[in-house]
């Protein structure tokens, strides 16, 4: 069984910087393209970003292009989202997936999912 735990919740300031950390238990890690997504009260979960597991090929939302990081450590089984300048509209809850696409980017292309986590950003 596939288990992703994420890591990282926290209530920041605008222009502060948070990394989040997802887990994985389960599973070939080294094979799963992980993406990070984000859901606002009453929106759709919404692309952040992705790495592959080829070449660690990355993937970002305009939104969060120039200011948010992913990595992946295979030998840990994590992968990070490194978040800077952040603003009051990155506020959500934060979720890690995996997908077997090597390009996955939407909702319906990742397979297993993390339980979220709380990111909150005050101006």
């Known amino acids: 069984q596939v288990q992703l735990v994420e890591s990282g919740r926290g209530l920041v300031q605008a222009g502060e910087s948070l990394r989040l950390s997802c887990a994985v238990s389960?599973?070939?890690?080294?094979?799963?393209?992980m993406g990070w997504f984000r859901q606002a009260p009453g929106k759709e979960h919404e692309f952040v970003a992705s790495?592959?597991?080829?070449?660690?090929?990355?993937t970002y939302a305009d939104s969060v292009k120039d200011r948010f990081t992913i990595s992946r450590d295979d030998a840990k089984n994590t992968v990070y989202l490194q978040m800077n300048s952040l603003k009051p509209e990155d506020t959500a809850v934060y979720y890690c997936?995996?997908?077997?696409?090597?390009?996955?980017?939407?909702?319906?292309?990742?397979?297993?999912w993390g339980q979220g986590t709380q990111v909150t950003v005050s101006s």
């Open positions: 389960g599973g070939t890690f080294d094979r799963y393209t």
């Open positions: 997936a995996a997908s077997y696409k090597v390009d996955a980017t939407r909702v319906a292309e990742f397979a297993y």
């Open positions: 790495i592959s597991w080829i070449v660690s090929r990355t």
